[in-house]
């Protein structure tokens, strides 16, 4: 399940860092993001189809409850809309300007690399983690211990985007529960400079244990 980390809107994945010394918290995080990238550390993950359990279902499973919609104007420094192209601009890493410097210890300077995608690419990306977020605050608002028990993330590519809940090995909340909680579909709509975009994704629950060594 490892993977490393990728420019978020090539691959599908939204966020563009890698963990160190990562602990239970932080793993959650990149759970979370779709992203786990294991770097200096012992953890993992198995979904419950590599798993020797046969408690929870091999498959995800569709969320039980009403669908929901959310919606968002994006107005970060990091991303533009140009009308011209009909792109957006990202940025897509950081890189050194000063790692002479660093090896001597000075303290990093970075300046950020950027890249033009087209709008729909970008927008079925941010669209979907918009969904996911608000799918996260659907089910923390009807749970007193989520945050430390579920992770709420998005698979897939392009148009192919899904929500996955993940149901941890830990949880106190059982996995039927959080399916009954689970919304069975989220719709986000999305604007950056007056341009709009909506999109729909199903939303599954699936069982993840989580193993630290």
């Known amino acids: 399940m490892a993977q490393a980390a990728l420019c978020p809107y090539r691959k599908g994945l939204h966020t563009y860092l890698i963990y160190h010394d990562m602990n239970r ?8 993001a779709g992203l786990a990238t294991l770097s200096g550390c012992t953890a993992s993950a198995l979904s419950n189809k590599n798993s020797s359990s046969s408690e929870y279902p091999t498959e995800p499973v569709r969320g039980k409850a009403e669908a929901i ?25 950081y890189r050194h300007t000063n790692h002479e410097a660093v090896e001597n210890g000075a303290p990093p300077e970075r300046e950020p690399v950027h890249e033009s995608i087209p709008f729909e690419r970008w927008a079925e990306t941010e669209s979907a983690f918009v969904g996911a977020e608000a799918v996260q605050t659907a089910i923390f608002d009807q749970t007193s211990n989520g945050e430390q028990s579920i992770s709420v993330g998005v698979s897939g590519e392009n148009k192919e985007h899904q929500i996955r809940v993940h149901h941890l090995n830990d949880s106190p909340i059982a996995f039927d529960k959080l399916v009954a909680l689970t919304p069975r579909s989220v719709t986000a709509t999305i604007s950056i400079s007056g341009v709009i975009h909506t999109a729909t994704y199903p939303v599954t629950v699936t069982h993840t244990e989580l193993r630290f060594e």
Request: glycine share 4%; net charge positive.
């Open 69 to 93: 919609t959310t919606q968002r104007k994006i107005t970060r420094d990091s991303v533009a809309y140009l009308e011209k192209t009909h792109e957006v601009r990202i940025v897509a890493a």
């Open 25 to 32: 918290r932080t793993y959650l995080s990149a759970l979370g």
